[in-house]
């Protein structure tokens, strides 16, 4: 679907990555890593200086205008709907654009106004929504296109936490289907849950692309399981254990994914005592980006 083939523009330097059909891609970092860069590229917004950029086997800069409805495209400051319009003159305008056929254009303009709740102000004009509320009515442009690939830059930015979640539904029901995705954003955590693959820039180098699990092993493997006993604590000298603390009959185990996993740390101890519960934490994205640097 995307392919990037040592592309350098602007901060971005030598960057190859593959997405295929179907695939979410988060792709993550800090402000000024090269994420805006990298999206107006697969956007056809931008040329590269050097290197290639595919999308769905063509040229995004030549074939813009040509993707039609097969592409969705939602950036951080450009408008989908303009501030005059209200939602249902903006949509019907997208609809105009895209000749969407006016039937499937209404059955799916009525669930994403209902899913997203902006059927009681469609008629406002965008300029007097609050910024969640024109969020969610800038999302639904996004998604009434039905496209082959969306490319979506922050959009959780300033949505609720209902927003957030039937967001999320959106993108998980749409890629079920086959719809590609690559979304930026600042929250790392929602874009482990939600994501398929993650890419990670730093100064305009890619310094992961790949699954939350590999990321995890690579960089940042210790766990924490924290155990409540019903029994004598066990003995955990022949494990591989990084460090542990006991407390009455609970103790917490940190220890290495690489070397041993949460099953079969739990099944020495099951051997030796009784368990009454069990709780794993793994570190958050924003301590693994941390330590790579």
């Keep these: 679907m995307i392919n990037i083939e040592n592309v350098s523009k602007f901060i971005l330097s030598d960057i190859s990555l593959s997405i295929p059909k179907g695939c979410v891609v988060g792709l993550i970092g800090a402000t ?47 408008p989908l709907i303009e501030n005059e319009d209200s939602a249902l003159v903006g949509m019907d305008m997208i609809r105009n654009i895209y000749a969407i056929p006016r039937d499937k ?5 009525a669930e994403l106004s209902k899913r997203l709740g902006f059927e009681n102000y469609e008629n406002e004009k965008l300029k007097n ?18 496209a082959d690939l969306m490319i979506l830059d922050e959009p959780d930015v300033g949505l609720d936490e209902e927003g957030k979640m039937i967001f999320e539904e959106l993108v998980r029901e749409r890629a079920k289907s086959g719809t590609t995705f690559l979304i930026t954003s600042h929250n790392l955590t929602e874009v482990s849950n939600l994501c398929d693959r993650i890419a990670i820039l730093s100064d305009g180098e890619l310094t992961f692309y790949g699954s939350e699990r590999v990321l995890r092993s690579q960089h940042l493997p210790v766990n924490t399981m924290t155990v409540v006993f ?4 066990p003995s955990i000298d022949d494990l591989p254990i990084v460090r542990y603390k006991i407390e009455g009959n609970n103790a917490a185990y940190d220890y290495n994914s690489k070397y041993i996993t949460a099953a079969e740390l739990i099944n020495v101890l099951m051997k030796q005592t009784r368990i009454l519960d069990v709780k794993i934490k793994k570190p958050d994205l924003e301590e693994i980006i941390i330590n790579m640097k």
């Design 105 to 109: 254009f209404e059955k799916d303009y």
């Design 129 to 146: 929504l609050s910024t969640g509320q024109r969020r969610r009515v800038e999302l639904a442009a996004a998604f009434i296109l039905n």
């Design 32 to 78: 000024g890593s090269g994420k805006t860069t990298l999206v107006k590229l697969v956007s056809g917004l931008l040329l590269p200086e050097s290197g290639r950029v595919s999308v769905m086997c063509k040229n995004p800069v030549t074939n813009r205008g040509r993707y039609g409805s097969k592409l969705s495209v939602f950036l951080t400051g450009v």
């Design 230 to 233: 019903d029994g004598p604590i």
